[in-house]
């Protein structure tokens, strides 16, 4: 089955600073790739996700890239602010399934 | 609204009582799922359903066992609790979002139950 790695498992950085997050998977039929964010006490929401026949897409100050050769993609922040404090999850999917793959998180800290 | 519901935000149980976790949606989706959350390892899937009495394991499904009678409503049940299933439970339904050529499946979660099992 799919195997999502995601790094690091924490990372912090100051308030308008990038921050990037990786991750890789093993299967190459999967072609969906989401991103979720977790609050502190709060449920996982869907921030970005992106399909394996686009490269990148953004949304205002997120924005995800997609290497389909290496197995890996990646989730990028820009001027990140003390709300974008979270767990940000990376996932895989073969679509057809509409089964994901989650990594194993990173814990985010914008410090001000 | 998307809505997602779980049957209890907390729950204290002791080993070997038989638990059930209850999740409905109001979106009139397929597919839900039922996922535990644990530190440093994420967010791994226990069973799935497809379809109205339809199931399938996930990564983990030792210990668990689902129902799926109404197509709004899946249950997790542990057979026989044990300490090791203490835990976060979350359910998840999935829609479409999107028109027919750019439509990926958004997963909409509950807001979890942490399961305590003593």
């Known amino acids: 089955g799919e195997n999502v790695e995601q790094h690091p498992s924490t990372l912090s950085v100051q308030e308008g600073d990038s921050a990037v997050i990786k991750c890789t998977y093993s299967?190459?039929?999967?072609?969906?790739f989401p991103w979720y964010k977790q609050e502190l006490g709060k449920r996982p929401q869907l921030i970005i996700d992106?399909?394996?026949?686009?490269g990148e897409k953004k949304d205002q100050r997120i924005a995800v890239t997609l290497n389909k050769t290496a197995k890996h993609f990646s989730l990028h922040i820009t001027e990140t602010q003390p709300e974008d404090s979270a767990v940000y999850f990376c996932?895989?999917?073969?679509?057809?399934?509409?089964?994901?793959?989650f990594g194993s998180g990173t814990q985010l800290t914008v410090l001000p | 609204d998307v809505k997602v519901t779980q049957s209890s935000r907390y729950l204290v149980k002791r080993t070997g009582e038989k638990v059930f976790l209850e999740c409905v949606q109001d979106m009139d989706h397929e597919n839900m799922f039922w996922y535990r959350q644990d530190p440093g390892l994420g967010l791994r899937l226990i069973y799935f359903?497809?379809?109205?009495?339809?199931?399938e394991k996930g990564d983990i499904p030792e210990g668990y066992s689902v129902s799926r009678e109404k197509k709004e409503r899946f249950s997790l049940i542990l057979e026989s609790a044990s300490t090791n299933q203490t835990s976060m439970y979350l359910c998840a339904s999935v829609g479409r979002r999107g028109t027919e050529t750019k439509s990926s499946y958004e997963q909409y979660f509950g807001p979890g139950t942490r399961l305590t099992v003593t």
């Open positions: 992106i399909r394996s026949n686009v």
């Open positions: 359903s497809y379809d109205v009495k339809m199931k």
């Open positions: 299967d190459s039929a999967s072609n969906y």
């Open positions: 996932a895989a999917t073969t679509g057809s399934a509409r089964q994901l793959t």
